[in-house]
C-alpha cells in the first residue's frame, strides 16, 4: 500500500495533524491578529490582507485559522481541511504567520465561542480580530456578532468593491462610536474593545469563489499583482 500523501509539516491528505488542532504559541504581551476563514481555496488576496495586518497594526503574529467551516455559506464545494491546510502553508511563508485548525477540536465555526476560549487561554495576549471590508457587510448577520465586537478590537482591511457601501452597512453603522483613525491602527491592540478601524491600501481582486469557478483573473491588474506577496515594509 502506498503511503499517504503528506504536505508541510506532517499535513496527511484526508485530514490534519494534531498540530494543527490546537493553539498557536504566543509569548505573554504579543500582539496578535486573527484571521479566521475558510479559505476554499487559499490565495494571494488572502495573504494580501494579513500582510497588511501585519504591517499597519504592527503585529508579532497572525493566526491563519483555517475554519471548518462558515455557517452563512454552503459547504457543497468545500475542500477537505487538510487540503486548505496545506494551501495555506504553501502559501503563508512568513514565519510569524500561524497556520492552525483548532476549531475542528473546539467543534465550533462560530466566532464567539472562538474568541471565548481563545482569550480566556491567553489572558496576556492582546488579540485583534482581522477580517476583510466585504465580511463587515455582512457582519451583523453573524452570530453574537456585538458580542464579538465587545471581546476584542477588530480591524478591517478593504477589499474590491463599494467601500462606501461596507461602511454604510448595519454594523459600521451601529459601531461608528468605536472607530477609530486608520492613522492610529498601531494603538489598536492596546484598546478595550469594542474599538475598530478601517484600513485602506492595495486591494486585489482575486475571490476563492471565482478560484472555485476557473473565472480567469488578469495577471496584470495591478491589484493582483500586490496581491502576489509584494507587500514592501
Known amino acids: 500500500m502506498a503511503p499517504a500523501r503528506r504536505g508541510p509539516d506532517g499535513v496527511t491528505a484526508g485530514r490534519a495533524h494534531d ?18 476563514g475558510s479559505f476554499n481555496p487559499p490565495h494571494p488576496g488572502h495573504l494580501l490582507v494579513a500582510e497588511i495586518a501585519l504591517k499597519r497594526l504592527g503585529l508579532d ?11 452563512l455559506k454552503s459547504r457543497a464545494e ?37 474568541l471565548s476560549h481563545v482569550v480566556a487561554r491567553n489572558r496576556k495576549v492582546r488579540f485583534v480580530w482581522i477580517m476583510g471590508a466585504d465580511s463587515l457587510k455582512t457582519f451583523h448577520r453573524w452570530q ?30 451601529a459601531l461608528s462610536f468605536a472607530r477609530i483613525d486608520e492613522n492610529a491602527a498601531r494603538s489598536l491592540p492596546y484598546r ?7 484600513i485602506h491600501g492595495p486591494r486585489s481582486a482575486l475571490s476563492s469563489t471565482a478560484l472555485r469557478s476557473g473565472r480567469r483573473v488578469d495577471a496584470d491588474n495591478p491589484s493582483c499583482v500586490a496581491a502576489a506577496g509584494l507587500l514592501k515594509d
Not at 62 to 68: E, F, K, L
Open 192 to 198: 478595550k474593545p469594542p474599538a475598530w478601524t478601517f
Open 78 to 114: 468545500l475542500l477537505p481541511l487538510a487540503e486548505r491546510i496545506t494551501l495555506s502553508e504553501e502559501l503563508a511563508r512568513d514565519p510569524r504567520i500561524k497556520v492552525t485548525a483548532f476549531e475542528e477540536r473546539l467543534n465550533t465555526s462560530y466566532t464567539a465561542r472562538t
Open 144 to 173: 453574537k456578532w456585538r458580542e464579538i465586537a465587545a471581546t476584542v478590537p477588530i480591524a478591517v482591511i478593504d477589499r474590491p468593491g463599494a467601500t462606501l457601501s461596507f461602511l454604510s452597512s448595519p454594523a459600521a453603522r
Open 19 to 36: 498540530r494543527y488542532l490546537v493553539l498557536p504559541h504566543a509569548e505573554a504581551g504579543m500582539t496578535v491578529g486573527l484571521f479566521g
Open 61 to 71: 503574529q497572525i493566526w491563519w485559522m483555517v475554519t471548518p467551516g462558515n455557517p
